[in-house]
């Protein structure tokens, strides 16, 4: 599947209101960020509590760009927890954490702009 980053791009086509249900997009604190030199894309290993009924949940995410590892601990990002475990060079990457490109190509993460327990899930 290819994702386009180009905003005037037309939308995908239409699903059904039960296929978006059945992603599991949900609120998570970044508990820690780590350097991933492995990569081959600039990139993160990211460890993300999303509370007690998903757990704590490791990711690869390559947000480089616009943020610094030391920034990233305390951070709140939504990710898709339902998506098989997918392996990334020695990290295994158990959720998709949302972002959208910027006009160079840069990830900027989705987050929320109010205050939601983590593993909320999205509405």
Known sequence: MH???DP???PAPSISFDDFLKVDIRIGTILQAEAFPEARKPAYKLTIDFGAGVGIKKSSARITEHYALPDLAGKRVM???NFPPRQ???VKSEVLVLGFADAEGGIVLGVPDGAVPNGTRLT
Do not use: H, R
């Open 8 to 10: 005037d791009s037309p």
């Open 3 to 5: 994702f386009t980053q």
């Open 79 to 81: 990710a898709v927890v």
């Open 88 to 90: 990334i060079g020695p």
